[in-house]
Every structure is written in structure tokens, then in C-alpha cells.
């Protein structure tokens, strides 16, 4: 341990920066699980993004297949009337 770095009482894995007075974290296999963590979050986000633009589309093409059927149903309407 450096001079610019004091333990964090009560600790084993944490040390103080003294110049920034940041908390650091030494157990590289708790930062390697917390960067894992991380990516599978955004990851989970983006899958998420993701199914949410298909329904959207999906949604999107239901309603203008609607807006076509009513316009066939005028039409043929408007033929039966004739």
C-alpha cells in the first residue's frame, strides 16, 4: 500500500486515495463480477429496447392492415348499394 492510500477501517478490500479521498475497491474478482453485471444489464436493456420496437411494428402493421380492411368494406359497400 502506497502513501497516498490509508485502509478503510473495518475493510479488507478497501483503501482510501488521499488526495481524491475516493473509496477503492482492490478485489479484482468483485470489480470483474460487477463489470459482468454491467454488461449483462445494458445487454437485458437492449433486448428489452429491442422487443419493444417488434411490437411496436407489429402494432403499426395491425392498424393500418384495420384502416385497409374498413376501406374494402366501404368500397364494397358502396358497390352493393349501387
Known amino acids: ?3 497516498n492510500h ?3 477501517e ?4 478497501l ?4 488526495n481524491s479521498h475516493a473509496i477503492i475497491n ?3 474478482g468483485a470489480y470483474e463480477l460487477a463489470k459482468k453485471r454491467s454488461e ?6 437492449l433486448e428489452e429496447e ?16 384495420k384502416s385497409e380492411m374498413h376501406e374494402i368494406k366501404n368500397l364494397l359497400q358502396q358497390l352493393v348499394d349501387k
Open 50 to 65: 429491442e422487443q419493444r420496437d417488434i411490437i411496436r411494428n407489429a402494432t403499426r402493421e395491425i392498424n393500418t392492415l
Open 15 to 18: 483503501v482510501r486515495d488521499m
Open 40 to 45: 449483462n444489464a445494458k445487454r437485458k436493456l
Open 10 to 13: 473495518g475493510e479488507t478490500d
Open 6 to 8: 490509508r485502509k478503510v
Open 26 to 28: 482492490r478485489n479484482k
Open 1 to 3: 500500500m502506497s502513501d
